[in-house]
Every structure is written in C-alpha cells, then in structure tokens.
C-alpha cells in the first residue's frame, strides 16, 4: 500500500491569489484546519487555521501573507504509516502528497488515515483484544502466536508498546473470536500477565463463580 493510493480526490487546494478570508471559509466548510497552497502545480506551503486567524489582514491574497513558510510533505511512494506519522508528530489535519519534483498530487486527511489504520489492524473485524505484560528479554511472538493456535485462535494484528522506565512491554494481540476464557487460562498457564481482555468477559466471569462454587462444595 502507497500514499498514493489513499489521496482525498476532492480536497480543495489554496492559490496564491485566495485570501485569507477564502481560505477560512474552505477549511470550514471541509471541517479541517489545514489547506496545502499551490503554485502552477508546485507545492508551496500548508496553510494553517491558527495563522489565519492571528493575521491581521485576512482579506488580503495569501501572496501578501508572511506565515507561508511551513511545508509538511510525504511522496506518493511512502507507506501510509509515515503519513500518520507525520500528522501526529507535527499535528495536522492534511498531509500533503508530492512527487520527487515538488510536484503537488493530493492530499491525506486524518480521516483517511483513521479509516486506513481500522482496516489495517483488522479494527473493523468481529473479535476479542487481550493486553500481555512481557520482559522485553522475554518476548518472543513465535510462541505467543502458537498459543493462540493451539485454542484455534487468529492473530488480526499485534501492537508493542514499551512501558517508560520499566523492563517491560504490552502486547495487544486483535484476535478473531470474542470467547477469550480459554485463551486467557492458556497465557495464565504460560506465566503472561494478563493485563486487559476485551471480549467475551461475561463468560469468563460466569466460568470463574461456577469454579468458586464448585471449590465450596469440594470443601463442605
């Protein structure tokens, strides 16, 4: 998957002889706060919500603006990741797509990005999630995976998140069945802390009272 392929076809672009005043009225009315500006095809600069408001001459052309110097940009062979990547980091809500010669191809929004990363870590598909606690030394996702296998379980998508200061990691495992129970038991038996298990905890829940109860009665 390419940048490319997930270009917004009708995001409007700015032009140097837009105002401010122009440009306010399209980022409202396409609900973001970013526009890329545009010369003869050549990208210029990301136009953003914030320095339109702080400009004092907002009905004036943005060729009269002094603000056109920040030009966040991905090229239409990068993976979508980066372009996610580059909205987080420098908070945005258009991520601009060029060619190797600056030549302005289209945009991404970050609802294109949000709709991209559901599909791709299988958000949208029926399933359970289980949340591990692993030693960094001690992770290995050959055989958190046979795990899963040996109680027909499907792995949709794994997420690693270290933990700050700590020699540990999470492990989100999205998993193709909601009936956790029984794959929680297999990573307790395996010595994983089990830190969150969204999914079929009603049935776990009911398993765990009939053993309590089933204790009780072995000790009456």
Excluded at 79 to 89: D, F, G, L, T
Excluded at 105 to 117: E, I, K, P
Excluded at 149 to 159: F, G
């Amino acid at each position: 998957m390419f940048v490319h392929q997930l270009i917004s076809p009708d995001l409007p672009v700015l032009h140097l002889s837009d105002t401010g005043e122009d440009a306010m009225n399209l980022m409202q009315e396409w609900h973001v706060s970013h526009l890329p500006l545009t010369d003869a095809d050549e990208y210029k600069a990301l136009v953003g919500e914030e320095d339109l408001l702080n400009w004092d001459t907002p009905e004036q052309p943005l060729s009269k603006a002094g603000f056109l110097t920040f030009s966040p940009v991905v090229y239409a062979d990068n993976h979508p990741y980066e372009a996610a990547k580059r909205a987080i980091q420098q908070k945005i809500s258009v991520v601009p797509v060029i060619d190797e010669n600056n030549k302005y191809l289209g945009a991404l929004t970050r609802s294109d990005l949000l709709d991209f990363l559901c599909k791709e870590t299988g958000i949208e598909q029926t399933g359970g999630i289980i949340a591990l606690e692993v030693k960094m030394a001690n992770y290995s996702l050959s055989e958190i995976a046979r795990i899963c296998e040996n109680n027909d379980v499907i792995i949709l998508n794994t997420q690693l998140r270290s933990v700050p200061d700590q020699d540990t990691m999470e492990v989100v495992l999205k998993t193709n069945t909601q009936e956790m129970q029984s794959l929680v038991a297999s990573f307790e038996r395996y010595e994983y802390v089990v830190k969150e298990v969204f999914g079929d905890l009603p049935a776990r829940e009911a398993m765990l009272e009939r053993y309590q109860l089933l204790m009780n009665y072995i000790n009456m």
